[in-house]
């Protein structure tokens, strides 16, 4: 291999992202990923990716680190040890000129995994509210229902999400948790996320042991121990340990495994 390795790099490919380093970053591409309102995920990952480069070409981790970026908290996040989420923090604003000609109602309504629409008559044409007080801003709605708009420069924001993997020999599959909130979404650089992932990561790398990923070292120190290694602040908003989710989630009307 060492001869492909140096004629790629020779070039200007970079050669990394296998064994105990950081991964190419997973993300859904443009300005609209999978079917919900986000960012710019292409450019978030080159700017990340340009401050990590050494990390991705050496193995120099405690175990491998996956990183991704993409649209939202309920879609593909995915499986990763540090993920890049768009966040939604103002609910919708309805175009109610636009909803009869674009969209079917019964379809919307069904669309929200917190019954926060409803069917409504504004202005004599038939349209949808919204319950905001339920509204947990996920942006759902707005694929069977543009005129449902929730993506905007100042309220949609970048959050943090670590602690994701799929299960191997060793344990279970992990999910992710929010460790970071309202980071602003600044294009080109995106450097406040940057510095945020960087602060999670140079965290791990040097407080892990060997061969444990990110959710095993959160597991063997405890979460308030991983907020005070990385100087984040802790709120109510982040960390969830509701265990009821499965149940309520195979009750509901909206979602079924």
Request: hydrophobic share 35%; charged share 20%.
């Given at each position: 291999m060492a001869p492909l390795i140096e004629a790629l790099t020779s070039n200007g490919f970079p050669v990394g992202g296998t064994g105990n380093s950081v991964s190419a970053i997973a993300h859904t591409q443009g300005w609209l990923h999978c079917d919900i309102p986000g960012t710019d995920a292409s450019g978030a990952v080159k700017a990340l990716m340009d401050d990590l480069h050494a990390e991705f070409i050496t193995e120099e981790m405690p175990n491998r680190v996956h990183l991704s970026t993409s649209c939202c908290e309920i879609n593909c996040g995915g499986q990763a040890d540090i993920a890049i989420i768009i966040q939604h923090t103002k609910p919708p604003k309805i175009n109610h000129d636009l909803v009869a000609n674009m969209c079917e109602r019964p379809t919307v309504v069904?669309?929200?995994?917190?019954?926060?629409?409803?069917?409504?008559?504004?202005?004599?044409?038939?349209?949808?509210?919204?319950?905001?007080?339920?509204?947990?801003?996920?942006?759902?709605?707005?694929?069977?229902?543009?005129?449902?708009?929730?993506?905007?420069p100042e309220h949609s924001k970048l959050a943090i999400w670590v602690g994701g993997k799929n299960s191997n020999a060793r344990g279970k599959p992990t999910f992710m948790k929010m460790v970071a909130s309202g980071l602003p979404n600044n294009p080109p650089r995106w450097p406040e996320v940057s510095a945020m992932v960087k602060k999670i990561l140079y965290t791990y790398k040097n407080d892990a042991r060997s061969w444990e990923r990110v959710a095993d070292w959160i597991d063997r120190i405890g979460w308030p121990a991983f907020f005070e290694k990385c100087d984040l602040p802790f709120t109510k908003y982040l960390i969830d340990d509701w265990r009821g989710s499965r149940a309520s989630l195979n009750a509901s009307t909206h979602i079924r495994f």
């Open positions: 069904a669309r929200c995994p917190v019954a926060a629409i409803r069917p409504a008559m504004v202005n004599g044409k038939p349209s949808l509210e919204i319950d905001e007080a339920k509204c947990m801003c996920c942006g759902a709605c707005y694929p069977p229902c543009p005129p449902m708009q929730i993506n905007d």
